[in-house]
């Protein structure tokens, strides 16, 4: 395949600096064309062979695109590609070049169109699959964007150079939604690449802080909180300095006492190292913000880790009360009620939060002890083996050195860099 116009080479390349990564300069384009290429080849349209005259014409329509592609004639590039997809509608490669140029030209509607119909084409096509979804982020179509965008993180993107942008626009539209826990996830994979461009920290103290805005929609005076959290938090993710990540945070707890959420990330920073002082700090939140149910969550979780059970009996009740369709609220309560002898009630807070996260390991992991206890044999096989299988998708869809290992059954614990994971 033709490789993608300069101009989109360009534009990946620049969100690539954006984000803190090394351009690859003209390489990047040729990337992009040879992965489209590779699945086009290993999926090739089943169609009839057009007669010889067809075939010519169809073979100097594209040669003529392809100049005019690479004179920069665009105007007339995108013209040539039209009559040759006119003439061979399941022409993939003519309509990913097309698409390519009239992203540069800033049509994204029309290009989104293009790698749609790409992307019809090679379902499991993750770069066509991206660039779709960063069409629609310049057209604002924020929640198709975001769902393209994690379809190809799930589907895989093999130019490394094209993964790191769709990874951040995911990153970003996730604050956007409120998606918090999952934001900082993807984040972290930036920061464990000692990627620290002032746009990932901007997007990190957005992440903690819990502010449900784009980098660009951030309002300008709290630009210098946002960014302190940032720092903060991608020495936290970094997960080397733990000694940063406090001084930070604590820097930013002293200089904006009284803010939301402020409290709440130092605090879940602590826990690990220190939950005498994190409790501390997550109680402050509750002061501050009396109906902070994350917070809630998080004191109840580390109450449960030292058998503190009755307390966090109490707090998870109020976190489900406040917040009925957060899952984790239903496993805390769940937990609690099992463990203060409470089975019954354990089991229907546990199957109401397996209904709203049928995705989550940890979930039925607590549901298959809850049957168990009870003497339900058969349920607590079935919930044990569908946490052995979530626990091991989960774990293969994660990158780098999130790959290694999983949640530790025996142990049951909860992640401490982030609250308990919403259903997102």
């Known amino acids: 395949m033709s490789a993608p116009s300069r101009r989109l080479g360009a534009f990946v390349a620049s969100r690539m600096r954006w984000v803190g990564i090394p351009s690859l300069g ?67 490669e003519g309509r990913f070049a097309l698409g390519a140029i009239l992203y540069d030209h800033d049509r994204y509607e029309e290009a989104r169109e293009e790698f749609r119909r790409v992307a019809a084409s090679q379902p499991k096509n993750g770069v066509v699959v991206a660039l779709r979804g960063l069409c629609g982020y310049q057209l604002r179509d924020y929640e198709r964007a975001l769902n393209d965008l994690e379809l190809a993180r799930t589907l895989g ?17 996730m604050n956007r939604f409120e998606r918090y826990e999952s934001a900082f996830e993807i984040l972290k994979e930036f920061a464990l690449l000692d990627r620290d461009s002032p746009n990932v920290i901007e997007a990190f103290g957005l992440s903690v802080l819990r502010l449900p805005y784009l980098p660009s929609e951030a309002p300008p005076d ?49 826990l690990v190292e220190d939950p005498a002082a994190a409790l501390e700090e997550l109680r ?93 044999n058969q349920d607590a096989a079935r919930a044990r083996e569908t946490f052995l299988k979530l626990d091991a998708k989960r774990r293969t869809a994660r990158s780098g050195p999130q790959s290694v290992g999983g949640m530790r059954p025996e142990a049951e614990t909860q992640p401490a860099e982030s609250a308990p994971p919403e259903p997102d």
């Open 222 to 270: 709290k630009r210098e909180m946002i960014l302190m959290a940032g720092r903060a938090a991608y020495h936290q993710a970094r997960g080397r300095d733990t000694a940063t990540a406090r001084q930070f945070f604590g820097e930013l707890a002293s200089r904006y006492p009284s803010v939301p959420n402020v409290h709440y990330a130092f605090g879940v920073c602590l």
């Open 284 to 376: 402050r939140e509750l002061r501050i913000s009396p109906n902070h149910y994350h917070a809630m969550l998080q004191i109840a979780f580390e109450l449960m880790r030292q058998g503190q059970y009755a307390e966090a009996q109490t707090l998870a009740q109020k976190a489900v009360d406040l917040g009925p369709g957060l899952f984790a609220a239903h496993q805390a309560l769940g937990r609690a009620l099992l463990e203060n002898g409470e089975v019954d009630r354990a089991i229907q807070q546990l199957e109401t939060g397996a209904k709203l996260a049928p995705e989550s390991p940890e979930m039925f992991f607590t549901l298959a002890r809850a049957y168990a206890k009870k003497g339900r």
């Open 157 to 173: 993107i093999p130019s490394k150079e094209v993964a790191s942008v769709a990874s951040f626009q995911a990153a970003i539209l």
């Open 26 to 92: 003209a390489s990047l384009g040729l990337a992009l064309g040879g992965a489209c290429l590779a699945t086009a080849q290993a999926n090739p349209p089943v169609a009839p062979a057009p007669a010889a005259p067809a075939a010519s014409s169809f073979d100097q329509l594209a040669q003529k695109a392809a100049d005019a592609k690479a004179g920069a004639r665009f105007e007339q590039a995108i013209e040539l590609y039209r009559q040759g997809i006119k003439l061979r509608p399941d022409w993939m």
